[in-house]
């Protein structure tokens, strides 16, 4: 009886614990959503509606904002940004996965050395490359041209990537490559035929990692691209502000359609994405 | 390992090795040189002037401004990112949530996808003193005399950019450290609840000792991330009013881009560099001695 008592007791503060933290984490989601939601309401608006009270809803959706916003430039900058950023993407995954390839797969001299080197650039930052590469970029002509940022981008993201890669290259058993080897495959044909396709898995975690650090970078892409018609949507969406300077809530609706992209992302490959951040645990 | 031809690996290495080397290294490491002279953006040419950019920089009014909002940035990210945020994972993980909390967690971190540029301009307008969300709910709930100007105000302007990176970046901390929780093996907490640790013992005594590693891993990239700040401050205020919200990263950039200081500029990314990098290898030699 009294167990039973105390059983009871023990249930209804579990209730009322579990109550109280759902409430607390639901204070938490309002204070994520409210400048969210606060900014898809207003996007819908009349710039008059905006200034007469931005707490209202609108009278009329005017989902022309959207098409004015990308048609008054961010058309152009997400052409742009798909272009810098596909091209990164994959020049930044197949020399990491080479590198890595090479320094978990033969004994070379110095392979140590190399490591420390490339893994070292993790600790570089940006901000302490940005006036020599703005002069080296003159000096090669890329300056203001898509190369302009993607090399640097490449540079900057095989230290983190082959930091991911490496560990997964070395968690591969080696009897599968023994026995490619003595079917005669070469180094090659064993990295492309049996480390890639094992191998999805952390391209996939590294793709979407870098993309979020690609599609987002606005240093490099702030001081090393000037003409508009090149820009890439983080610093398109500065100059965007700019050119709508009383046009606010096409701005609004500007900065919706920027953020799409990277949450589609996360919740299509989620666990990929997830992977990627938790292995590398590095910010932007 | 396989026998293989000598020249073999290096084909696999060198393009990688050459791209750091050539786009990161080689800048880094001019970067030192040129914050011995002074140079211009415009021209090739260079001058020696010995410390005079350190001197510059180290003398400057902004220069204690600058250090105490990167270090109010990072002490404040440190309470409320990693402390709150490791918090929030632990209440998450708690056997008290029920199925929602993977929910919960993705919409902690969905500010994390935002660009921080698109954030910047989102807060640029939420602060607003006329339009903005902040002053209008004031206003709804008849607080009239609390509205500010926020981001207009020198006292607080760099409080409103770090709170800003706090609503971003809080679940991203959460997330990782959620990981970690989970990838404690099952048996620790089952054995501790067999001898009747509650779940706040249970987090104190299992999980945070478990999580350790992370949770340095998470304080380290949020002090490293305080000194390279530059988009969140850029994109709202550039640092004003006056210099009241200025940061190194800012500062660097104005110097090299807007003023044609490019050499201060140097000065101001070596300090940078020697900050982050300081702070990296503390991480290494902590994780390596094995007290974490």
Redesign the interface.
């Given at each position: 009886m009294l167990s039973n008592a105390v059983h009871i007791k023990k249930t209804r503060k579990?209730g009322i614990?579990?109550l109280l933290?759902?409430l607390?984490?639901i204070v938490?989601?309002i204070?994520?959503?409210?400048?969210?939601i606060?900014?898809l309401i207003?996007s819908l608006k009349s710039n008059n509606e905006?200034?007469n009270?931005?707490?209202a809803l609108p009278e009329k959706l005017l989902f022309s904002n959207y098409v004015e916003a990308w048609g008054k430039g961010l058309f152009a900058y997400f052409k742009n940004s798909l272009i810098v950023s596909s091209i990164s993407l994959i020049l930044i995954i197949t020399?990491?996965a080479?590198?890595a390839?090479?320094?978990t797969?033969?004994?070379?001299k110095g392979k140590n050395i190399?490591f420390i080197?490339?893994l070292g650039?993790?600790?570089?930052?940006?901000?302490?490359?940005?006036?020599?590469?703005?002069?080296?970029l003159q000096t090669l002509n890329l300056y203001n041209t898509y190369f302009a940022v993607i090399?640097?981008y490449?540079?900057?993201r095989?230290?983190f990537t082959?930091f991911l890669m490496r560990a997964y290259f070395l968690s591969i058993p080696k009897e599968l490559?023994?026995a490619a080897?003595i079917d005669g495959y070469n180094?090659f044909q064993i990295?492309y035929k049996i480390i890639v396709p094992i191998s999805k898995p952390i391209f996939a975690s590294c793709a979407i990692v870098n993309l979020?650090f690609v599609?987002?970078e606005?240093?490099f892409a702030?001081?090393f691209l000037e003409d508009k018609k090149i820009m890439t949507?983080?610093?398109g969406?500065?100059t965007f502000?700019g050119d709508m300077r009383a046009n606010?809530t096409v701005?609004?609706a500007g900065?919706v359609i920027?953020?799409i992209p990277?949450?589609l992302i996360?919740l299509l490959m989620?666990k990929q994405f997830?992977r990627g951040?938790?292995a590398g645990?590095?910010?932007? | 390992m396989m026998k293989r031809k000598k020249f073999v690996p290096y084909y696999y290495i060198i393009p990688g090795l050459l791209m750091v080397l050539f786009f990161v290294y080689i800048p880094v490491i001019s970067n030192f040189v040129y914050s011995f002279f002074r140079l211009s953006s415009y021209s090739a040419g260079k001058v020696f002037v010995g410390f005079d950019n350190y001197i510059k920089l180290f003398t400057s009014d902004i220069f204690p401004i600058m250090i105490k909002n990167n270090t109010m940035y990072a002490v404040i990210s440190l309470i409320v990112q990693v402390g709150f945020g490791t918090i929030i994972a632990l209440l998450l993980e708690s056997k008290l949530t029920g199925r929602l909390r993977n929910v919960y967690r993705n919409i902690y971190f969905l500010p994390a996808l935002i660009s921080l540029t698109a954030v910047g301009l989102l807060f640029t307008f939420v602060y607003s003193p006329q339009v903005g969300l902040l002053n209008s709910l004031i206003r709804s709930v008849g607080l009239e005399n609390l509205t500010q100007s926020w981001l207009g105000d020198s006292k607080i302007a760099i409080y409103c950019i770090i709170a800003m990176s706090q609503w971003q970046f809080t679940g991203y901390i959460t997330l990782l450290m959620v990981v970690a929780i989970q990838n404690i093996p099952k048996d620790y907490l089952e054995a501790a609840a067999i001898d009747g640790a509650g779940p706040i013992k249970r987090a104190i005594h299992i999980m945070i000792p478990l999580v350790k590693e992370q949770l340095l891993v998470c304080s380290i990239i949020t002090i490293i991330g305080a000194f390279k700040l530059f988009t969140e401050v850029y994109s709202t205020t550039s640092g004003g009013p006056g210099n009241s919200s200025q940061v190194l990263g800012v500062f660097l950039y104005q110097n090299a881009f807007l003023h044609d200081k490019m050499g201060l500029a140097a000065a101001t990314g070596v300090l940078i560099f020697v900050v982050t990098v300081t702070i990296s290898i503390i991480q290494i030699i902590v994780t390596k001695s094995g007290k974490v």
């Open positions: 579990q614990l579990k933290l759902n607390f984490f938490l989601v204070s994520i959503f409210l400048p969210i606060w900014l207003n905006l200034f009270n931005s707490l020399i990491s080479l590198l390839y090479g320094i797969r033969f004994n070379v190399i080197i490339v650039g993790m600790a570089l930052s940006e901000q302490v490359a940005l006036v020599p590469l703005y002069k080296m090399l640097p490449i540079a900057f095989i230290p082959v490559e023994e080897y180094s990295f979020n599609w987002n606005f240093l702030n001081v949507i983080p610093i969406l500065m502000q606010y701005l609004l900065i920027a953020s990277m949450i996360f989620q997830i951040l938790t645990s590095v910010k932007g | -």
